[in-house]
């Protein structure tokens, strides 16, 4: 199966909110900025980053909310009523892809035992390692014991 470009965007969002467990949204004197796609369908953006968040140059404060408080309560309500998620919308028009919430939710929900998998097999890595060296001095011991025993 081919990766399109908004395939890499969703992951690269998607592992980013995970490492960092928030979610950042800009924020105007009259609450959380959203708008309307070209079809007119409401649409909300979200990045996975402060920077990223910055980098569009819209005149409004960058806010944080954890992940745990996105996934429980923002995205279930964006669902219900149809707003779809900008997920790392970029440029100076603030462009990007629009993900239906409840797809969000669903991509979030397998790519959380997948960044589980690699950080249990990064710390089996190191363990592996550790005990490599650790069975090696080991030997090495053993030998020097025989060899003591012998003379």
């Known amino acids: 199966m081919k990766r399109t470009p908004a395939d890499a965007v969703r992951a690269a969002f998607y592992d980013e909110v995970l490492a960092t467990g928030q979610v950042w949204l800009l924020r105007d004197s009259d609450g959380v900025i959203s708008g309307r796609a070209p079809n007119g369908a409401m649409r909300a953006p979200f990045w996975s980053s402060r ?16 992940v ?3 996934c429980r309560g923002w995205l279930p309500r964006f669902a219900a009523t149809d707003v779809a998620i900008g997920l790392n ?63």
Do not use: M, N, Y
């Open 51 to 66: 920077e990223r968040a910055h980098s569009v140059g819209i005149a409004a404060s960058v806010a944080a909310i954890t």
């Open 89 to 151: 919308w970029s440029g100076r028009d603030a462009e990007g892809i629009d993900v239906p919430a409840v797809q969000v939710l669903q991509e979030l929900r397998t790519a959380r035992p997948r960044r589980r998998w690699r950080r249990w097999l990064r710390t089996t890595r190191v363990q592996l390692v550790v005990l490599t060296f650790a069975t090696a001095a080991l030997c090495a011991i053993a030998v020097d014991r025989v060899a003591a025993a012998k003379r």
């Open 68 to 70: 745990d408080d996105w």
